[in-house]
């Protein structure tokens, strides 16, 4: 499978995911800790890539969106964006709100599927 289909799968099958430096237990870089900080806060399940741990993503991922750096924070299979714009959203209460939606979203049409 083709790097950007893989990225393109992992973004559309989950409600939200972090493609980060290091993981949300161990991160990497300040940038990345403070983003995945913000997710965690919103109380939901998100999914996370270690960037470092797949260098053909970490090649890749910036082409996907055309956002150049990381982390990158996916919603319903669209970038948000990366740390600064996710703390703002924290701070104005629309960050909860997102993750929340599309969490609950996704739980609704796996049971409407099943």
């Not at 980060?20 to 990497?28: R, V």
């Amino acid at each position: 499978m083709d790097v950007l289909d893989r990225i393109r799968e992992q973004v559309e099958s989950h409600p939200v995911v972090i493609y980060m430096k290091g993981t949300p237990q161990f991160p990497q870089c300040g940038f990345s800790a403070r983003a995945a900080e913000a997710l965690k806060s919103c109380g939901e399940n998100f999914a996370y890539v270690n960037v470092l741990s797949d260098p053909e993503i970490f090649e890749n991922l910036p082409r996907f969106a055309n956002w150049p750096t990381f982390p990158q924070v996916y919603i319903n299979g669209e970038l948000i964006g990366g740390c600064d714009i996710t703390l703002e959203l924290k701070a104005s209460g629309e960050l909860e709100k997102m993750v929340k939606e599309a969490v609950q979203g996704a739980a609704a049409a796996g049971e409407a599927e099943g």
